[in-house]
């Protein structure tokens, strides 16, 4: 099945392909000719997901499933969510995001925090929704060069290691945009797809 992933972020590109398998054929936004910054305008990860994926639909023609992902912080509450990737304001920059994050929570004691990934899938005339999440903590520096984002101060629970020092198989396992990704693969296998039932 080929299908348009509403994304040109090569890592995040990566990740999905790798969750999803070669059983899907997947393309990015540079690969249906698509150049232009998708609306994000939304105030919640739901409101974004769709909305990139029906830009994408409306005008291209493809099926396709955007994904919104936010660090929901318990100290900050719930800051920065869906502001997480324009948190330290435009141009986007992973290092700026990260280094606002960490003044923030300098003197935080309570250093719990969530991943939560929504992803929107547009297939025929049906939309569906599927999302992941994954509990953890935050950090005082950073630590390890994989990953991208807030990665490396994002340790999640259970793990001694943050998401920038896993590999990307280990971080697929147990991330929430890997669940997230699992969730859309088993509709995608299960023929689902094919009946016509949204959700």
Do not use: W
């Not at 393309?27 to 698509?34: M, P």
């Not at 105030?43 to 936010?70: I, M, P, R, S, W």
């Not at 700026?96 to 929107?120: H, P, Y």
């Not at 994989?146 to 101060?153: I, K, R, S």
């Amino acid at each position: 099945m080929k299908i348009c992933f509403a994304t040109n972020n090569p890592k995040k590109l990566e990740e999905v392909k790798a969750a999803l398998g070669k059983e899907f054929e997947i393309v990015s936004l540079a690969e249906i000719g698509c150049s232009e910054e998708l609306p994000e305008t939304g105030d919640t990860l739901e409101h974004n997901a769709f909305q990139k994926a029906q830009y994408v639909k409306t005008h291209y023609g493809v099926d396709c499933f955007a994904d919104d992902t936010g660090l929901e912080v318990e100290a900050l509450d719930g800051a920065p969510g869906v502001y997480s990737g324009r948190f330290a304001g435009e141009p986007r920059s992973d290092e700026r995001n990260l280094s606002l994050l960490l003044e923030r929570m300098r003197d935080k004691t309570n250093r719990k925090a969530s991943f939560r990934t929504v992803i929107a899938l547009l297939l025929g005339n049906d939309s569906h929704a599927f999302e992941g999440k994954v509990s953890g903590e935050i950090l005082r520096k950073r630590s390890g060069e994989a990953g991208f984002g807030y990665d490396p101060v994002f340790r999640p629970e259970g793990y001694k290691e943050t998401f920038a020092e896993l590999s990307m198989q280990e971080k697929n396992a147990i991330s929430h945009r890997g669940r997230a990704v699992r969730t859309l693969a088993d509709f995608l296998k299960s023929g689902a797809a094919g009946k016509n039932q949204s959700s």
